[in-house]
């Protein structure tokens, strides 16, 4: 009888550290900026090679998940918030190849808590090479929207110097829909400056490209995606999400014209 | 002639690549992943370029994002096993130069010009533009992502494993 009670309290205890690594894996793919459907999938992975029954609830900023042995009456729960780590195409890669890597070796929960707490410190892409990339990535936007290489230059320089004021702002912990308005007032005023001093032929498509690289493009291609899957709450939270940055940006980018005197109605 | 539709598409292909690279890097993409996010990127731009240039039928923006993230969405699998990262990885960045952000701050626009206009005959012209650039931009999007989903589910083994 003791024996056998003892051994439930086991069971019970691992199940507990089961369910709290599940969540807390799901939780961090799911802040990564994974799919519904990928954090569903990976995290069943990872039950399956330790043996125990799954499900999973995944909330806009929450998520839940319950382990069981035989009995589903008997199921641990554990919930954890998402952590906002921003997207990281990175951590979602590692993450995905843990669980592989978990089910392929049969690897224990301890040897997958140390994997994970290791993946958890992989360190973002350096801030200088990202805000270089991203001002080359916004002048060659200009450029496919039929901007000339004045309009190109023009867009470089306004996204290098509002990029770095959004990096600033965030590395300060700066509320994101305040730091993506101020960004884009700054990368507008300053590209609207071929417009003020005639500088080049497309002027306007500099003006109206300078503020794209803001434009969060994977929230709402997740957002479709987490429809799709019938994620409905999720899908619409992060739409929700990506359009109130979208107004942020346009609010921005108006009071840049406004501000300087440009007519744009 | 023939040349200088060559040297558009190839440009095309180029500016887009350069983007999606650059637009990779905001989001944390592993380094390994740049070169063939450009090279989906460069593919499907170009796709939509052809599809909606005069010289080769000009289907209209819409059905030419569809077929062109379809492509970008099976290279995506194709690809997403050699460099070790799930097909998302790949097509994401591919799709990020196709986002009509235009078309998107162009709504943002009309809508603030309709509040600030009260002639009904101005008012419906903003509201014209508001619901064409909103219409224009919503399927966009849509297509974009159902495009590239859908091959993800055609080859579910592959695009499920690409990370093993």
Not at chain 1, 82 to 102: D, H, M, Q, R, Y
Not at chain 1, 233 to 250: E, I, K, N, Q, Y
């Amino acid at each position: 009888m003791t024996s056998r009670i003892c051994n439930k309290a086991v069971d019970e205890s691992a199940l507990r550290g089961t369910a709290a690594f599940l969540a807390e894996y799901a939780s961090l793919l799911s802040g990564c900026g994974a799919t519904c459907i990928r954090i569903e999938k990976n995290a069943r992975r990872l039950a399956d090679s330790f043996g125990v029954e799954f499900d999973i609830s995944i909330m806009p900023t929450h998520v839940y998940v319950s382990v069981w042995l035989d009995n589903p009456a008997e199921a641990v729960v554990a919930f954890r918030k998402t952590p906002a780590c921003g997207i990281s195409f990175n951590l979602n890669a590692k993450l995905s190849c843990l669980s592989w890597e978990v089910s392929d070796n049969n690897l224990g929960l301890t040897a997958a808590t140390e994997r994970f707490e290791r993946i958890r410190r992989t360190k973002q892409t350096g801030k200088w090479e990202t805000l270089f990339l991203t001002g080359l990535a916004n002048a060659s936007f200009c450029r496919l929207f039929g901007g000339d290489v004045i309009a190109m230059l023009i867009v470089f320089i306004s996204t290098l110097a509002g990029y770095r004021l959004k990096q600033i702002m965030l590395e300060d912990k700066r509320d994101i829909r305040l730091t993506f308005l101020c960004a884009s007032f700054f990368s507008a005023a300053l590209s609207a400056g071929g417009h003020i001093f005639n500088i080049g032929s497309t002027p306007e498509i500099a003006l109206g490209t300078s503020v794209l690289y803001l434009i969060p493009g994977v929230p709402y291609i997740n957002s479709v995606s987490d429809l799709i899957y019938r994620h409905y709450l999720c899908g619409f939270s992060r739409f929700l999400d990506a359009a109130v940055l979208t107004v942020c940006l346009s609010t921005g980018l108006c009071a840049g014209m406004l501000l300087l005197g440009l007519k744009w109605f | 002639m023939c040349n200088d539709i060559l040297i558009n598409i190839f440009e095309d292909g180029l500016f887009a690549a350069i983007a999606a690279i650059g637009f990779s890097s905001i989001s944390n993409t592993p380094r390994r992943a740049y070169l063939t996010c450009g090279l989906i990127a460069a593919a499907g731009h170009a796709i939509r370029y052809v599809l909606t240039s005069p010289e080769f039928g000009e289907i209209h923006i819409i059905p030419a994002s569809v077929l062109a993230s379809f492509a970008v969405g099976v290279l995506a699998v194709l690809f997403a096993g050699r460099i070790k990262c799930p097909a998302e990885v790949c097509f994401f960045p591919a799709l990020l130069p196709m986002i009509p952000g235009m078309y998107a701050y162009r709504t943002i626009e009309a809508l603030l010009s309709c509040l600030y206009h009260t002639q009904e005959d101005v008012f419906g012209h903003y509201f014209y533009l508001l619901a064409y650039n909103c219409m224009t931009c919503s399927f966009i999007i849509l297509g974009l992502v159902v495009g590239a989903t859908v091959p993800v589910f055609l080859f579910k083994k592959l695009s499920f494993t690409a990370t093993r």
